[in-house]
């Protein structure tokens, strides 16, 4: 069973996801637990358990700050053998020359040794992150994992 505003894609020869939520932290909070659910087949832990590592990103844009996040979330995974566990703090901003920060603090514990699937990466193709508009509510996005 997927976490709260997952839902698994079908997709020819790779894994992905789409994600819902109320805001873009919970948007972005929401795609961590799915990630390590794509890996795992588990959902995470809670957010009081694991080391807490703080995370600082930039793109040019959010569905490239949402890539880098996912990145940087399995790269922890697949090379540190760290799983996150939960998120706090997640805040974004804009600079002024258009590009998107995010910051954020992680909590992470160890990895199992055997996860469900290996995610090779989180692909460009059929990336999407569309913001609250009608008839829609809320945030919403796409990912497709290579495996």
Do not use: C, N
């Not at 930039?58 to 939960?86: I, K, N, P, T």
């Not at 990895?111 to 059929?126: F, M, N, S, Y």
Request: a negative charge.
């Amino acid at each position: 069973m997927p976490p709260p505003g997952i839902r698994a894609l079908d997709h020819t020869a790779d894994v992905g996801m789409e994600v819902r939520g109320d805001s873009l932290a919970q948007l972005f909070t929401r795609a961590a637990a799915g990630a390590i659910w794509t890996a795992t087949g588990k959902g995470p832990h809670g957010a009081e358990d694991g080391v807490r590592v703080q995370v600082e990103l930039e793109a040019d844009d959010l569905e490239g700050l949402l890539r880098s996040w996912l990145r940087d979330l399995l790269y922890r995974f697949e090379v540190e053998g760290q799983e996150v566990s939960g998120v706090d703090d997640l805040s974004f901003s804009e600079t002024g020359s258009g590009t998107f920060t995010l910051s954020a603090t992680v909590h992470v514990v160890p990895a199992p040794e055997h996860p469900l699937r290996e995610i090779k990466g989180v692909t460009w193709h059929g990336l999407t992150l569309r913001g609250p508009s009608a008839p829609a509510p809320g945030w919403f996005a796409r990912v497709i994992y290579d495996v």
